[in-house]
């Protein structure tokens, strides 16, 4: 995905920065990290306060395998089907997204 695809898709939350990372990109708002674009799929950061509206959302969390073959959960989350293709509507989960960004800052 490119720069300008994402910075369109982020319009509704309003400007952000793009930064390479992980062999992707990390998106930002205000500072905070709110998404990630991995192989070319865009993820959005949640906590545990919105992650069952991701979840009820038909989102898919981030997992990959960690050591011992355990799985390690990431704090990110696909992109709800129903606002892929609805500018107004990801503007609401890209809030969300902030939000959550807001709420899991490390302290100084």
């Excluded at 992707?24 to 205000?30: E, L």
Aim: charge should be negative; include cysteine; glycine fraction near 8%.
């Amino acid at each position: 995905m490119d720069n300008d695809a994402i910075v369109e898709m982020f319009a509704g939350l309003g400007p952000i920065s793009i930064r390479r990372m992980f062999g992707g990109k990390g998106i930002y708002h205000n500072g905070l990290i709110i998404a990630v674009e991995l192989r070319d799929e865009l993820m959005l950061k949640a906590d545990a306060v919105c992650n069952p509206e991701f979840a009820e959302a038909g989102a898919r969390q981030w997992v990959y395998e960690g050591k011992r073959g355990r799985p390690v959960a990431m704090p990110y989350w696909t992109v709800p089907d129903r606002a892929v293709d609805d500018p107004d509507e990801f503007a609401v989960w890209a809030r969300k997204s902030y939000e959550a960004a807001i709420r899991t800052q490390k302290e100084p």
